[in-house]
């Protein structure tokens, strides 16, 4: 009887019989992140066990059935895609090249990126419903897992872990928290086992005991109002704020009750040892916050700015009310083109120090906003007995898009249960409610309802 001979037998790649199943499981783990940079021990095991794997030959003898057995770690076959793993390591763009990836760290500079773009990139991946993955890689690049998810809507350019992303970013707290930013659990002791990240998308309720979460998780990338932290391990999970985000969105803020509004404060003259040299065009613009950008404010306040800042004081972080109010100033000396690009220089400065120049016109229809729409006025323009050039612009607008039927004749300058109904029904379609749809319009309602 001639001696069996035994070859090398790769299985169909579809194959479903048990041993079949486990050695995909393994060839998947040997694959997967190495030890040193967060991987499982087991993984290890697994890739062990398929160095020394050898399908098992076919006797030819009697013309019996092929019988194939596959070699597996002593542990058992350990599934890639295992539910209570919600992460991946740390790998470059299209997939894991030969070679170690490098340990988990911040490259020197990160992409400057505003959160609406962060939002609408993380909205890509949940209109294409990506499946969840931490071995795949999307169209883009990006691994598709949790934390491939976060470095795709932070445009990163590489697919980082959650033992590495908070070395993009700086812990903020809860009350400091807009969207963009992320909430990020990762386990040292075994990343593996729990470790997960998610995209902060606002607040679901006025409580803050909920919040919108964009998320890459089983069975595809979605959106959902969370409880705070996160389901699990809810209190181990930080707020960060990506270092290279720039401006922000603010959400609409509850208008307070119709009370009576005092007249700004003036600004006091500069106290001995305050410098009235110009500070330097770098102290102002996107990112900056200072104490320039603080004066800056009171000091355009006085002149007239009032209206450019809905809670009628001025704060140390530069916004796009700092350079409406400081492009509204220059445009009152007559000023155009890049003489009134809304960031002060030397003479822009001086003029403010030493009070001198034209005020800003009192008028709405004098500071056109972001895309050309009228700034918002002020909160204490939509008050009981008020008139303003602002009111009646508010409802012929409000008639524009379909928000006037409580209008009986009108609208006029004078502020009117009318408005304040239409308004409200204006912010209730925005999804809104309580006191964020009491019917006076904030700086949200106002820029939805000028888009």
């Known amino acids: 009887m001639p001696m069996p001979a035994f070859e090398e037998y790769e299985p169909a790649g579809d194959c479903a019989c048990r041993g079949c199943a486990q050695r995909r499981r393994a060839l998947a ?148 928290l807009l969207p963009g930013d992320m909430l990020l659990f990762h386990n040292p002791a075994d990343p593996n086992n729990g470790s997960h990240v998610v995209i902060f998308g606002g607040w679901a309720d006025e409580t803050q005991t909920h919040y919108i979460a964009y998320e890459q998780t089983r069975p595809t990338t979605r959106k959902l109002a969370t409880p705070y932290g996160y389901w699990a391990n809810g209190s181990k999970y930080v707020p960060y704020r990506f270092n290279g985000v720039t401006g922000g969105i603010v959400p609409e803020q509850p208008v307070p009750d119709p009370k009576p509004v005092p007249d700004p404060k003036p600004v006091p003259d500069p106290k001995p040892g ?116 602002a009111i009646a612009a508010l409802g012929r607008q409000l008639i524009k898009k379909g928000f006037g039927k409580h209008y009986t004749s009108g609208p006029g300058p004078r502020w009117s249960e009318a408005d304040r109904r239409n308004v409200e029904a204006f912010q209730r379609a925005q999804g809104w409610r309580g006191a964020s749809a009491n019917g006076y319009p904030g700086p949200e309602t106002w820029r939805r309802l000028f888009a």
């Open 274 to 389: 305050d410098s009235t040299v110009f500070p330097g065009a770098a102290q102002f613009g996107p990112g900056q916050t200072n104490d320039h950008v603080a004066r800056l404010g009171r000091m355009l306040i006085e002149r007239g700015a009032y209206r450019f800042y809905p809670k009628g004081v001025a704060d140390r972080t530069w916004s796009e009310h700092d350079r409406l109010a400081t492009q509204a100033f220059q445009a009152a000396q007559g000023w155009t083109g890049a003489e009134a690009d809304g960031v002060p220089g030397a003479h822009t400065w001086r003029l403010l120090v030493e009070r001198q120049g034209r005020d800003i016109p009192p008028t709405v229809e004098a500071a056109p906003g972001p895309g050309g729409v009228r700034a918002y006025p002020g909160a204490a323009v939509f008050r009981p007995g008020r008139s303003h050039a």
């Open 29 to 176: 783990r040997a694959r997967a992140i190495p030890l040193r940079d967060g991987g499982h021990p087991a993984a290890r095991g697994a890739r062990r066990a398929l160095v020394l794997a050898t399908a098992a030959g076919v006797v030819l003898s009697g013309g019996g059935a092929a019988a194939v057995a596959v070699t597996t770690p002593a542990a058992g076959p350990v599934a890639l895609d295992d539910p209570g793993s919600p992460q991946g390591g740390r790998a470059p763009l299209h997939g894991p090249k030969k070679g170690p990836v490098g340990k988990p760290g911040a490259p020197a500079g990160v992409k400057r990126i505003d959160r609406t773009t962060i939002i609408n990139r993380a909205k890509l991946w949940l209109d294409a419903k990506v499946p969840y993955s931490m071995s795949e890689y999307w169209t883009d690049g990006y691994r598709q897992d949790c934390s491939g998810y976060v470095s795709m809507v932070w445009n990163l350019g590489t697919n980082e872990w959650t033992g590495s992303l908070d070395k993009f970013a700086t812990k903020i707290t809860k009350a400091e």
